[in-house]
């Protein structure tokens, strides 16, 4: 059996001049092969216990294939894809673009991103001509919710949340309260879902997005930390117990093993871990589909603290919706997506759950 490598050509050395996140999606051009084909530059992240690569990073380089097929004065507004098979990070990932449609305001891409000869990926975004709405149009934006404070630009946030001390994102955690500007105490044993169903956080990209990567790669950073943890939001508010080892285990763990999942768990807004026995497991959760709709693409600062808001308004039959909402420090509503994600729990016949 061949020996597989995560990437088709030896990767390059980190360029230090650039922000973490652009090296880590960074693209490799495959003109010579044929047109409009790209693959992943370097080895692209697979979560400890998750069935495959991170998706983000997969939504982010789909979306910046796309963005080099189009003209300069053409910015995306909408993104919409399907999580067909899981990514191997050990393979490489070949993206296919193809041009659909050239319009006056509006240019339309389909991306598929194939391992082994099989998609496992699948999206199509929808790029406008920029100020093509004309001088006069409509417009109203959802403000940023009361109570929330901008953290202090010279105070780190904590990386563990996305991928652990190498994340090129770094964030903070804060408490969502009601329209009173009251805390809503989401860990409560009698809270409801709904009572529980926001989760408030700040992002932003470690180091300084570089100029040479334009608008386009902060766009693609957004992309990026879109999908973190955001159909996990439904285990959330339903405290599921949805760490790879049962709770009875954990004590056996080793002092770090047990730390990182506190930390974890105390970021889930749940208390400690002894306090999540006998919850309801998680036998199965992952993404079917993401969508993003971009309100304002050239007001994106990805290495600028971002408020995102995540709720969900239906879980059911196996499955859950969650809302996120990207919003700039300044207020401003920078971006909407949506995604559907199979969440199954543990039966108590023992059948592992299958897709």
Same mark, same amino acid.
């Given at each position: 059996m061949a020996d597989r490598r995560p990437t088709l050509v030896k990767a390059p050395?980190?360029?230090?001049?650039?922000?973490?996140?652009?090296?880590?999606?960074e693209l490799t051009e495959l003109g010579s092969i044929g047109?409009? /084909?790209?693959?992943?530059?370097?080895? /692209?992240?697979?979560?400890?216990?998750?069935?495959?690569?991170?998706?983000?990073?997969?939504?982010?380089q789909t979306l910046a294939a796309a963005q080099r097929t189009v003209p300069s004065n053409?910015?995306?507004?909408?993104?919409?894809?399907?999580?067909? /098979?899981?990514?191997?990070?050990?393979?490489?990932?070949?993206?296919?673009?193809?041009?659909?449609?050239?319009?006056?305001?509006?240019?339309?891409?389909?991306?598929?991103?194939r391992q082994r000869g099989h998609a496992i990926f699948t999206v199509t975004c929808s790029f406008t001509r920029e100020a093509s709405g004309g001088a006069k149009t409509v417009s109203h934006a959802a403000p940023l919710p009361p109570g929330v404070t901008v953290p202090d630009e010279e105070e780190p946030g904590k990386e563990e949340v996305i991928e652990g001390d190498n994340s090129p994102f770094e964030s903070f955690r804060c408490r969502p309260r009601d329209e009173d500007g009251k805390e809503i105490t989401r860990q409560a044993?009698?809270?409801?879902?709904?009572?529980?169903?926001?989760?408030?956080?700040?992002?932003?990209a470690r180091g300084r997005i570089s100029e040479e990567g334009g608008h386009q790669a902060h766009l693609s950073a957004l992309a990026y930390i879109s999908d973190s943890y955001f159909i996990g939001t439904i285990s959330r508010i339903h405290r599921l117990w949805r760490f790879p080892v049962r709770p009875e285990d954990v004590q056996n763990l080793p002092a770090e093993a047990r730390d990182r999942l506190n930390r974890l768990n105390d970021w889930d807004g749940f208390g400690t871990l002894e306090e999540m026995r006998g919850q309801p497991e998680v036998g199965m959760m992952?993404?079917?589909?993401?969508?993003?709709?971009?309100?304002?693409?050239?007001?994106?600062?990805?290495d600028e603290w971002?408020?995102?808001?995540?709720?969900?308004?239906?879980?059911?039959?196996?499955?859950?919706?969650?809302?996120?909402?990207?919003?700039?420090?300044?207020?401003?509503? /920078?971006?909407?997506?949506?995604q559907e994600g199979v969440v199954r729990l543990k039966q108590e016949d023992g059948e592992k759950a299958k897709l």
């Open positions: 050395p980190v360029n230090e001049s650039k922000a973490p996140i652009e090296n880590a999606l047109p409009d /084909l790209f693959t992943n530059t370097r080895e /692209l992240w697979h979560p400890p216990g998750a069935r495959g690569i991170y998706g983000g990073a997969v939504i982010a053409f910015v995306v507004h909408s993104y919409h894809c399907f999580f067909v /098979l899981a990514g191997d990070g050990s393979v490489p990932i070949l993206y296919h673009v193809e041009r659909v449609r050239e319009g006056r305001s509006f240019c339309t891409r389909t991306v598929q991103a044993e009698d809270a409801t879902p709904l009572e529980r169903r926001k989760v408030w956080q700040w992002v932003r992952v993404s079917l589909d993401h969508s993003i709709y971009f309100h304002n693409p050239k007001k994106v600062r990805a971002m408020f995102t808001e995540m709720e969900s308004p239906w879980a059911g039959d196996g499955r859950g919706v969650v809302m996120q909402k990207i919003f700039s420090k300044d207020g401003t509503l /920078l971006a909407t997506a949506f």
